[in-house]
T-cell receptor, first 116, second 113 residues
Framework: QKEVEQNSGPLSVPEGAIASLNCTYSDRGSQSFFWYRQYSGKSPELIMSIYSNGDKEDGRFTAQLNKASQYVSLLIRDSQPSDSATYLC????????????????FGKGTKLSVIP | GAGVSQTPSNKVTEKGKYVELRCDPISGHTALYWYRQSLGQGPEFLIY????????DSGLPNDRFFAVRPEGSVSTLKIQRTERGDSAVYLC???????????FGPGTRLLVL
C-alpha cells in the first residue's frame, strides 16, 4: 500500500480556472503536510505547508487538510500557464514539538497543464 | 542569499565504478537530507543528518551507499560499485533547527551506463 497517493494526471485546466489537486495518505501519525511544485528538470520548490485541519490560504493557493479522512488538497485559483508543473504532496510524522521522523514521504506527483 | 548547492550537476559513470556527490547546504542549516528521485516518481528519502551525525539512515537501499558530513556543513553521498539501477536524480535538502521547511538543491543527475 502506497503511503502517499496522488492522481498522476495529467490534469488540464483552462487559463483562469481553478485547479484542484488531491492527495491521500495512509499514516495516521502524520503531522505535517506540504505541497511542492516541480518544473520539468528542476528541483522541488515549497508552495504551501499545513499542520491543522481546515484551510490555509496564501495568494492564489489554498491548502485544505482533513486528518479524519487522511486527505489533503491544493487549490490554485486563476490558474496561469506558468503554474504548469508537477505538484508533489509530502507528509512528515514530525510535529511542532520536534518529536518524530524528519523524513518527508512524497507522492508520485500530479502533472498540471494550464491551457492558454 | 545562497541556496543549497550540489555538484556535479550531471555525472555519467560506468557500471561498477565509485561516485561521490556533494551537497553544500544553506548557511546555518543544521539539518541535511538526501533524497533520490527516479523518472516519474516523487523523491525517496535516503538519509538525514542533524549536525555531523546521521540521525536516520533508514532509506539507504544497501551497503553500497554511504554518506558523511564530517564538519556539520558539506555532505558527500558515496556510491560504491554503481549499478544501472542507481541512475536517478539525487537531491539534497537542508532545514534550520527550528523550521521544518526543507529547501532543495538543484540535484545531481547520475547516469550509470
Amino acid at each position: 500500500q502506497k503511503e502517499v497517493e496522488q492522481n498522476s494526471g495529467p490534469l488540464s485546466v483552462p487559463e483562469g480556472a481553478i485547479a484542484s489537486l488531491n492527495c491521500t495518505y495512509s499514516d495516521r501519525g502524520s503531522q505535517s503536510f506540504f505541497w511542492y511544485r516541480q518544473y520539468s528538470g528542476k528541483s522541488p520548490e515549497l508552495i504551501m505547508s499545513i499542520y491543522s485541519n481546515g484551510d490555509k490560504e496564501d495568494g492564489r493557493f489554498t491548502a485544505q487538510l482533513n486528518k479524519a479522512s487522511q486527505y489533503v488538497s491544493l487549490l490554485i485559483r486563476d490558474s496561469q500557464p506558468s503554474d504548469s508543473a508537477t505538484y508533489l504532496c509530502a507528509v512528515n510524522r514530525r510535529g511542532h514539538s520536534g518529536a518524530g521522523s524528519y523524513q518527508l514521504t512524497f507522492g508520485k506527483g500530479t502533472k498540471l497543464s494550464v491551457i492558454p | 542569499g545562497a541556496g543549497v548547492s550540489q555538484t556535479p550537476s550531471n555525472k555519467v559513470t560506468e557500471k561498477g565504478k565509485y561516485v561521490e556527490l556533494r551537497c553544500d547546504p544553506i548557511s546555518g542549516h543544521t539539518a541535511l537530507y538526501w533524497y533520490r528521485q527516479s523518472l516519474g516518481q516523487g523523491p525517496e528519502f535516503l538519509i538525514y543528518f542533524q549536525g555531523t551525525g546521521a540521525a536516520d539512515d533508514s532509506g539507504l537501499p544497501n551497503d553500497r551507499f554511504f554518506a558523511v558530513r564530517p564538519e556539520g556543513s558539506v555532505s558527500t553521498l558515496k556510491i560504491q560499485r554503481t549499478e544501472r539501477g542507481d541512475s536517478a536524480v539525487y537531491l539534497c535538502a537542508s532545514s534550520s533547527l527550528l523550521q521544518e521547511t526543507q529547501y532543495f538543491g538543484p540535484g545531481t543527475r547520475l547516469l550509470v551506463l
